[in-house]
């Protein structure tokens, strides 16, 4: 008899916010530890929060975008959560317990059965703690507390999904929407921006609901995939045993491709919720959530279908819109191109410039050749000033390097096209003067006689001749 | 000048009849010469208090002073002060020196105001004798065998024995109205937000609140001037339009109507306080006022509220002194389970202890709906009562505290009858009234008895005018402690 595997994802995603949760003090990453901690970070006597509306923004952008306005919770209530942790300077983080600011919503996914919707139960707001550093310090631990009242929401899932693939789609669903979508968080998983909690468990067909593990802090697809695939096997060959499925939390080990015990249910705390006395409950006005709607971006799937208009193929317009960056980069100057620029553009901008970013770890607002330059030398190509190939393989790279405008690199370089008709009349009619041979050759009915004729063309004029206008006085001047 | 009023030493200094350097350091030598007996400071630092005299000094050669420029203030050790240690009354924080001032402190910095010293206070503010402070207990001016009240003790001895023109205080259920009827002058604990918890060590957040303590009406309106005020960094401050409290005081008091809860008027409260109460009432009557008998229906539930409530929000509160970042921590601990348990065992004294345990209790899981939740319904309850009151009265009347002033060691054996002494002040925490005591007797043992005020919500004005008017008509809040006399 098989098996059903379930499952149901917390997701803790960093919102995009600079300063933090509850306090000025900034959420930079990578700062030597315990220099982004301010007073009400470290948790001084005397000290209060006040809630971030950046983060509250963030939050209710993710509302409209799972569910619309009627999943936005027009009140929501900040709760503590007390327990005791080097690295939890309050001795309670502040969350959202009863009274979440966003219930229900759903994230749709592609499987192989085709879409399919993952319910949403919650996503609330909540700080992050410090980071305790056990392995640099013998006999003790190091507390940095720079992560400590970091903004995250916390993205609550129903266990709706059926296998690890569907959780890793579901997760890079998610990822995807937040980062590229609606823009709230910047998704690296290694900063710990983006961490998955998979809650596990196995049933028959149609049976009850099996007894969970949960999974803490998956911070990469690949270990969600493996840590969800090895609990399933834990979890199967334990029942299949005639043994019983203990409620607990549990790590994964990548190292050891393994997950462990951390605490059983009984060891639980008791996080003695209650509503911080010291946040009003949080109300949201009508108002608010119209001016977010307002300001949400277009979604890029609109932005593809915008793209597909324009003429480029499904294909393009897919990888033009695959990041909210080129997305941005890309419409607005290919909606201004002419049609005959566009694939020209498309092709620049997923090819050497996307190359040239990679390179340099840049995203797109970042490029060192700007919109207005591209548009200019798309011109350029388009009316024959230069050839695609010298536009392409040089001048690109010309003005990445800082050395100019089109024009200056064009005349610099030397790489203007020959587009007089008459100035190449003229070489056509020496190269076939001297290549009374191959003339004979081709009109003879060898075609390959014309390449190279052309060639000898492009080779006179050091490749400056326009091609299209050779090959045409060429046939011409042949066939005349 | 030890007796003077703030408006008189506002007079002076501004007249140059004295420097607020010669006044500080008068205060200064009043304060080492009677803090041995009473031991109302926990802090003095006479250089630093000295270094603000003279700032104070040439903001007043300049023209540039404010009411309160030059004027000491002595701070409960509740509020952190920036570069001054701030212990809280605790060994959890003995060794703690603030690297920010609070709300309230930048408030009377700004306004030029000198800082006198810390103030000596019950334990993070737990207690109505300010007997549980690590630092000893406070000593009652009128008479040293007895307490002078508590939490704000410290701060209403100093007042008292005119070792400080005034003070601050904080209120959680009843700590600078109790400790101001127990020693003879004027305290105000006014509407919840209105003086910013910014940088006031949280006992329970939503009943905290910090307040004037000084020997007139008129004195707490000047300094309330100074402390509130809306600010961004606590979310609970509200915001709302400056008001000078000083701009009512001399209405004259015609047609008030003062509502007399008959419920406070009951068991419990004893006979030579409610004489002087009764006394007071005739006074006000001679001034204008109109008596209207009122009921309270559901104030004998607000003990057992607010001591769920209280302890609830300090248990989660005080986790922050885990020994970990400030403050105390244990010399010697097996792993980190045993160094929270022997440093927090350490730092904190038996009634911090004992509510810590009580609020954890009540947030735990299974009991949470029958205490906690119960104890907000019981709030809503007694704020319902007095919405109700005043519609039919424009302030609440009666005892502040059912004694006088007891002797120390008297009731710490006993919490029960320890937290008795706060039922006619902890209603209006729980609602969030503003609620002042002032002078208007002595009782047995020739100690002083507070007329416990409370008002609608924000009528502070209203409030203070009433209590001006009547000290304008009487002297109670003019005596001194014999003995001490200046």
Not at chain 2, 145 to 153: K, L, N, R
Request: glycine share 8%.
């Amino acid at each position: 008899m098989n098996w059903e595997i379930v499952i149901g994802l917390e997701t803790h995603a960093q919102l995009s916010t600079a300063s933090k949760m509850f306090s000025g003090g900034s959420t930079a990453f990578g700062a030597p530890p315990n220099t982004q901690a301010n007073a009400v970070d470290i948790a001084l006597p005397g000290v209060l929060p006040v809630a971030n509306k950046g983060a509250i923004e963030r939050a209710i952008r993710f509302g409209l975008a799972v569910g619309g306005e009627k999943v936005i919770n027009r009140r929501s209530v900040f709760a503590r959560k007390n327990y005791f942790y080097p690295d939890l300077p309050k001795g309670y983080q502040i969350s959202q317990y009863e009274l979440p600011i966003v219930k229900g919503g759903e994230i749709r996914i592609l499987t192989k059965n085709g879409e399919k919707a993952i319910r949403l139960t919650r996503a609330h707001l909540e700080e992050d703690a410090g980071k305790s550093l056990h392995e640099a310090f013998q006999d003790m631990s190091g507390i940095d507390l720079n992560r400590a009242g970091v903004p995250l929401l916390e993205i609550v899932s129903e266990p709706d999904m059926r296998s690890a693939e569907e959780a890793v789609a579901y997760a890079k669903a998610l990822h995807f929407l937040i980062v590229e979508e609606i823009e709230i968080c910047d998704g690296n998983m290694q900063e710990g921006s983006f961490r998955c909690d998979a809650n596990v468990s196995v049933r028959r067909p149609g049976a009850p609901l099996g007894t969970r593990a949960e999974i803490k802090n998956l911070n990469s697809f690949r270990f969600l995939e493996r840590a969800i695939e090895f609990e399933v096997k834990r979890q199967i060959e334990i029942l299949e045993d005639g043994g019983k499925i203990v409620q607990e939390t549990r790590l994964y080990d990548p190292d050891r491709d393994e997950t462990r015990s951390m605490r059983t249910k009984e060891e639980a705390h008791d996080y003695r919720y209650f509503p911080d006395p010291d946040l009003p409950p949080l109300t949201i006005a009508e108002e608010l959530i119209e001016k977010i709607k307002k300001s949400m971006p277009e979604s890029l799937r609109a932005q593809r279908d915008k793209i597909v208009e324009l003429g480029l193929s499904i294909q393009q317009a897919n990888q033009l819109t695959g990041s909210r960056s080129t997305s941005t980069f890309a419409l607005p100057l290919l909606a201004d191109a002419s049609p005959k620029e566009r694939p020209i553009l498309a092709n620049w901008i997923l090819g050497p410039l996307s190359a040239k970013l990679n390179e340099e770890n840049l995203s797109f607002d970042q490029s060192k050749v700007s919109s207005d330059q591209l548009k200019a030398l798309s011109k350029h190509v388009s009316d024959g000033m230069v050839s695609n190939t010298a536009a392409t393989a040089v001048i690109l790279f010309a003005m990445w390097n800082g050395e100019g405008s089109a024009d200056e690199i064009i005349e610099k370089r030397g790489l203007k096209q020959i587009s007089d008709a008459s100035a190449i009349e003229k070489i056509v009619d020496q190269v076939l003067a001297a290549n009374a041979k191959q003339v004979e050759d081709y009109r003879a009915g060898k075609e390959k006689a014309f390449n190279s004729l052309v060639g000898q063309v492009m080779k006179a004029t050091q490749g400056k001749a326009n091609p299209a206008q050779v090959n045409e006085i060429l046939k011409r001047k042949l066939t005349g | 000048m030890l007796n003077a009023s703030l408006k008189e030493l506002s007079a002076a200094l501004a007249q140059k009849k004295i420097s607020s350097a010669e006044l500080t350091k008068l205060f200064l030598d009043r304060t080492s010469k009677l803090n041995g007996a009473l031991n109302a400071f926990i802090t003095v630092d006479a250089e630093k208090s000295l270094a603000q005299a003279r700032a104070a000094d040439g903001r007043i050669a300049k023209d540039d002073a404010e009411p309160l420029t030059g004027v000491p203030v002595a701070h409960k050790d509740i509020f952190v002060a920036k570069g001054w240690r701030t212990t809280c009354g605790s060994k959890m924080l003995s060794n703690f020196v603030s690297p920010y001032d609070a709300h309230v402190i930048g408030r009377f910095n700004d306004a030029g105001a000198v800082i006198l010293g810390k103030t000596n206070m019950d334990e993070f503010a737990m207690g109505s004798s300010s007997e549980t402070s690590f630092y000893g207990p406070v000593r009652n001016p009128w008479n040293p065998d007895c307490v002078p009240g508590g939490s704000s003790g410290g701060s209403a001895a100093a007042v008292a024995a005119r070792m400080t023109p005034a003070a601050t205080g904080t209120d959680t259920g009843g700590s600078i109205r109790q400790p101001a009827a127990l020693s003879g002058l004027s305290g105000l604990k006014p509407t919840y937000g209105l003086v910013s918890r910014y940088g006031m060590i949280a006992f329970a957040s939503s009943l905290d609140q910090g307040g004037p303590m000084a020997k007139s009406a008129q004195d707490l309106a000047l300094l309330l001037n100074v402390m509130a005020g809306f600010d961004p960094n606590d979310s609970t401050s509200v915001e709302r339009a400056r008001e000078d409290y000083v701009r009512d005081l001399e209405k004259p008091l015609a047609g008030l109507r003062i509502g007399v809860p008959k419920e406070h008027f009951g068991e419990g409260l004893a006979a030579d306080v409610g004489k002087e109460v009764e006394a007071a009432f005739k006074e006000l009557e001679k001034l204008g006022a109109k008596r209207v008998p009122i009921s309270l229906p559901n104030s004998g539930l607000s003990v057992p509220a607010y001591y769920v409530i209280a302890p609830a929000e300090a248990s989660s509160n005080l986790s922050r002194f885990d020994g970990v970042r400030y403050g105390h921590r244990a010399k010697e601990y097996r792993d980190l389970a045993d160094m929270y348990r022997r440093t927090r065992a350490e730092g904190f004294g038996a009634e911090v202890r004992r509510r810590i345990l009580i609020g954890t209790y009540v947030l735990s899981h299974g009991y949470y709906d029958a205490y906690y939740i119960k104890a907000q319904k019981i709030r809503r309850l007694i704020a319902n009562d007095f919405i109700e009151a005043f519609k039919r009265c424009d302030l609440v009347v009666g005892p502040t505290s059912p004694t006088v002033a007891f002797k120390i060691g008297a009731k710490a054996a006993d919490p029960v009858q320890m937290y008795l002494n706060d039922i006619y002040t902890i209603p209006a925490n729980l609602a969030g009234l503003p609620a002042m005591s002032i002078p208007c007797g002595f009782g047995k043992g020739k100690l002083p008895v507070g007329l416990h005020i409370v008002g609608n919500y924000f009528s502070e004005a209203r409030m203070l005018n009433a209590a001006h008017q009547y000290q304008k008509a009487t002297d109670w809040h003019q005596r001194a402690p014999a003995g001490i006399q200046p």
